[in-house]
């Protein structure tokens, strides 16, 4: 009888720690959800972003291009006849 | 995806010195919705896991780069293979499975996928093909956020994941290194350090930061779950044991980029103690210190050709001392060294060559190894793979969220678990289990 007792006792101790453990990882990422402005676009680094074309591929004829100089997922001011490594034509 | 042995060393595995590697295999269409690029955007070759700057850059960002407004965080992906060895194995590696040209559904993926604000999630819940079991697979949700720190952009986050090297944004670490999927039916080398063999039996609380789009910095630590979570998980708790107390994880690596060229270097250490097998009655552990070293390069034509190596050496110190007070370790301290490198070639985003060398070893234990004729734990050889990726630039008749990766891989062992011939003692020797693999891989 002791030992059934001892097994649902640490049966509830495992779930406890389960809880607390995605408690606490929840609680951590709400932390750092709470501050500063909304994160997203990545830097033209990232992208090997140029100033000038690749070809006949330039910025402003990109799915991502954003008028009058700017890109919806690079951050910066980006120009119009620049390139980088993931345009995609816009159709 | 958990990769499982086919031929178990019970006692030995039950040691933790022999933990299984586990294969990556994500491609992750809604992103690509998301963030209105097409895979090749994100992903050498135009499919998964291989990332390229910009993809590394979206996930340390937590996933919540985004070019509209809402999408729809769900993607789904299958994996089937047809696997032939040199010589039969001896046994069929699965129930409903023969001894050799054995065709698998190896796994069928849903992921929630997504982010927003500065939330963003990686989930994926498996169904295995060849077990035919569900189980939970990769997790990874993160909380980040763009900073300046001393006058340059810094980007900070958290992580809460299930496997340490997850959230790693390069493809030299054990989570996201090549092969990027295998089958589980095929033959493979029992010993992996301890790092690898972790994935989806803890959980693990990170934080980092990517200074100037070169130094990242990642500390983390990671706890077992309850035996009753992991089983209700899917997963084996005993293999290869629980983590006594937190176990440690450190990152460092500095990466730089000039035109398309991408260099990276880092190091990466965890310390963990475990009681092997989920068996405390020894009142000891087994205690495992992982250090390793990595380094990539990668190079992009603007034609969309890539050139990408990938490598690293792990340094696994055991002090086994649960192992062998339980009767599964003859030494309390061994050892166990790998290193793999491998090197790709994509040509047009479309069609890739990729070539890996690998090799494991260490001392001998005579309880630890008992199925390895030399008593030792080595393994090496090399793996070839050639693959297609027609719609890797969102062009799929099917939808731009429709991919698919068909692929070929041909494993050469030059020694396994411990020798080149006859290494079980049997007879078998390491070329008898060179594998051809023909693969499909498709994500929704």
Not at chain 1, 64 to 82: D, M, Y
Not at chain 2, 36 to 43: I, K, L, N, R, W
Not at chain 2, 194 to 199: E, Q, S, T
Request: net charge neutral; aromatic share 12%.
């Amino acid at each position: 009888m002791t030992a059934v007792v001892e097994r649902r006792a640490a049966s509830r101790r495992q779930f406890l720690a389960d809880i607390a453990l995605f408690a606490g990882g929840g609680t951590l990422l709400a932390a750092a959800t709470a501050a500063g402005p909304a994160a997203a676009k990545v830097g033209p680094g990232d992208v090997g972003y140029q100033p000038t074309p690749n070809g006949k591929q330039r910025c402003d004829g990109c799915t991502q291009w954003q008028s009058p100089n700017a890109c919806k997922v690079v951050s910066g001011k980006i120009s119009p006849s620049g390139w980088c490594s993931i345009y995609a034509q816009k159709h | 995806m958990i990769r499982r042995r086919s031929h178990w060393l019970g006692a030995a595995a039950a040691a933790g010195g022999l933990c299984l590697p586990f294969a990556a295999a994500h491609a992750v269409p809604s992103y690509a919705t998301q963030t209105g690029s097409p895979c090749q955007a994100c992903h050498v070759g135009g499919f998964g896991p291989q990332l390229t700057p910009y993809g590394r850059a979206f996930k340390l960002h937590g996933y919540t780069t985004r070019s509209g407004g809402f999408t729809v965080p769900i993607s789904a992906m299958a994996v089937a293979s047809y696997i032939r060895t040199q010589k039969d194995q001896e046994s069929p590696p699965a129930p409903h499975y023969g001894v050799n040209d054995n065709v698998t559904i190896d796994q069928v993926s849903l992921f929630v996928a997504g982010g927003v604000g500065h939330v963003g999630a990686f989930i994926q819940a498996t169904y295995d093909g060849v077990a035919r079991a569900f189980h939970w697979d990769n997790l990874d949700i993160r909380a980040t956020t763009d900073i300046k720190l001393a006058g340059k952009p810094t980007v900070i986050g958290v992580s809460l994941n299930n496997a340490p090297t997850l959230t790693d944004p390069f493809n030299t670490l054990v989570a996201w290194g090549y092969p990027y999927t295998t089958s589980s039916v095929a033959p493979s080398p029992a010993a992996a350090p301890l790092i690898g063999g972790l994935a989806q039996t803890s959980l693990g609380a990170n934080a980092y930061a990517w200074f100037n789009s070169q130094l990242y910095l990642e500390a983390g630590g990671y706890v077992s779950p309850s035996a009753n979570f992991l089983t209700r998980a899917g997963v084996d708790p005993t293999d290869p044991g629980n983590i006594n107390g937190v176990a440690p994880y450190l990152r460092i690596a500095y990466d730089k980029s000039w035109g398309q060229r991408n260099l990276e270097v880092g190091a990466f250490a965890m310390k963990a103690d475990i009681y092997p097998g989920h068996d405390e009655s020894a009142y000891t552990t087994d205690k495992y210190t992982d250090v390793g070293l990595d380094a990539s390069f990668q190079k992009f034509a603007h034609n969309g050709d890539a050139f990408t190596v990938n490598g690293r050496y792990t340094y696994e110190d055991q002090r086994l001392d649960a192992s062998q007070a339980l009767g599964l370790a003859t030494s309390n301290r061994l050892h166990l060294q790998d290193l793999r490198v491998d090197a790709s070639y994509y040509w047009r985003n479309e069609i890739g060559f990729t070539v890996q060398a690998f090799d494991t070893w260490g001392p001998p234990d005579q309880l630890i190894y008992a199925a390895n004729s030399t008593f030792k734990p080595a393994s090496s050889g090399v793996m070839l793979q050639v693959d297609g990726t027609p719609f890797g630039a969102g062009n799929s008749p099917l939808g731009k969220r429709f991919n698919v990766r068909m692929g070929l891989q041909y494993t050469d062992y030059f020694t396994f678990d411990g020798a080149g011939s006859n290494y079980d003692g049997f007879g078998r020797n390491a070329h008898d289990n060179n594998t051809l693999r023909l693969f499909t891989w498709v994500a929704y």
